[in-house]
């Protein structure tokens, strides 16, 4: 079967990093014929070291990859179209998509959120105003009233395969340059949007009792933000002060991220693709969600938060909130949120672990796709 999947980067790396994952899975666990057009090839390619942003169309892992610019040449139509994020359908493909003698499965994919009325909107048709055609409206979420959350069908045995194999996680760091943590120290990764709320987590971990190592990707803002605030020398990957070590390590492709995730003990993330990761991961976690206007994200944030802090004794699920708050430029400090939190590690570690094990007893994002797209064809 084909698919189109259409793609705007908004988002930078959520965007392209949730369409490019759903375009693999697609082909090489459901055989699907998939063209992907995304209007920013670069940072596609940062997220994949085969993809050439200088190719306006090419064949990365099964997936045929085509650069959408101001025009698109339409030569076929697929029997499925996927547009991501509210992105439109180019008008040129949404005119020939009319005119097929079978209309195509036309879906949006819509942004995850655990808000109360993604359940009642989930799958819910919308005709065209114009043409012969139906728009159904496609929900990720948590819980078997939405979509789903993206899940390939190997991760979780991969992830445990690491988790059990200390040569495993020996080669990981050898390959970063590094030596396996000790005991003591706690591992944390660091991945969001720009916030002055980093220096504050920065004198936290200098000043705290139990050593840090951060590990954050280079060539992002909070990379840019951290060099800054320890005063980074040119070409020099670790800097240490007080308990931190803070490693800048090369931005990873998407199949070199999970580990990462693995081998720590905490890990912020932001956006969509990497949020999902980390619950996959099984590790605690703080989400920077993506900022909107009229501040809307503090309401995805807070519905997630009702969700995820579910099954928590009270005390320590307002401690963790207070964190995700601190860290979306909420109300408190984000240091004595992390500090507040030292006495509740160990309860919040299995409270990832059961939260990743409640998910994945959903069926994921594609098959559910898949299953949908069956029952409409």
């Not at 994952?21 to 666990?29: D, I, K, P, T, V």
């Not at 309860?347 to 069926?363: G, K, N, V």
Request: glycine share 6%.
């Amino acid at each position: 079967m084909r698919w189109d999947i259409f793609c705007r980067v908004v988002d930078n790396f959520g965007d392209a990093g949730v369409t490019w994952r759903l375009a693999r899975q697609l082909q090489g666990e459901w055989g699907a014929e998939v063209r992907l057009f995304i209007d920013h090839l670069p940072t596609l390619a940062q997220l994949d070291h085969h993809i050439n942003p200088a190719l306006p169309e090419q064949t990365v892992l099964g997936v045929t990859v085509r650069h959408w610019g101001e025009s698109l040449q339409v030569d076929r139509i697929a029997e499925v179209v996927l547009e991501t994020f509210a992105c439109d359908t180019p008008e040129p493909y949404l005119q020939a998509m009319a005119q097929q003698p079978s209309p195509p499965v036309w879906i949006n994919l819509e942004y995850l959120s655990a808000e109360n009325w993604v359940g009642r909107c989930h799958l819910l048709p919308s005709p065209h105003s114009s043409l012969s055609l139906i728009r159904h409206f496609f929900f990720p979420g948590f819980g078997l009233k939405t979509g789903g959350l993206l899940r390939e069908s190997k991760l979780l045995a991969q992830r445990d395969a690491f988790n059990a194999s200390v040569e495993a996680q020996a080669q990981f760091w050898a390959e970063l340059g590094l030596s396996p943590p000790d005991a003591q120290t706690r591992v944390v990764t660091l991945f969001g949007y720009d916030t002055v709320q980093l220096h504050d987590l920065i004198e936290a971990w200098v000043h705290g009792s139990r050593p840090i190592r951060c590990m954050i990707p280079e060539g992002t803002p909070l990379a840019l933000r951290a060099a800054q605030h320890l005063e980074r020398r040119d070409g020099q990957r670790v800097a240490a002060q007080g308990a931190l070590n803070l490693v800048w390590v090369p931005f990873r492709d998407q199949v070199d991220y999970d580990p990462l995730l693995w081998a720590s003990h905490f890990n912020f993330v932001r956006g969509e693709d990497s949020f999902v990761r980390a619950q996959w991961a099984a590790r605690p976690m703080a989400w920077h969600v993506y900022p909107q206007l009229g501040q809307a994200h503090r309401i995805k944030l807070k519905a997630f938060l009702d969700c995820y802090l579910q099954g928590l004794e009270a005390g320590t699920a307002q401690r963790y909130r207070d964190l995700f708050d601190a860290w979306n430029g909420e109300e408190g400090a984000i240091g004595v949120a992390w500090d507040a939190l030292a006495a509740d590690w160990e309860t919040l570690e299995a409270h990832a672990r059961t939260w990743s094990r409640q998910q994945a007893a959903f069926p994921d994002l594609a098959h559910n796709l898949a299953e949908f797209v069956d029952k409409l064809l």
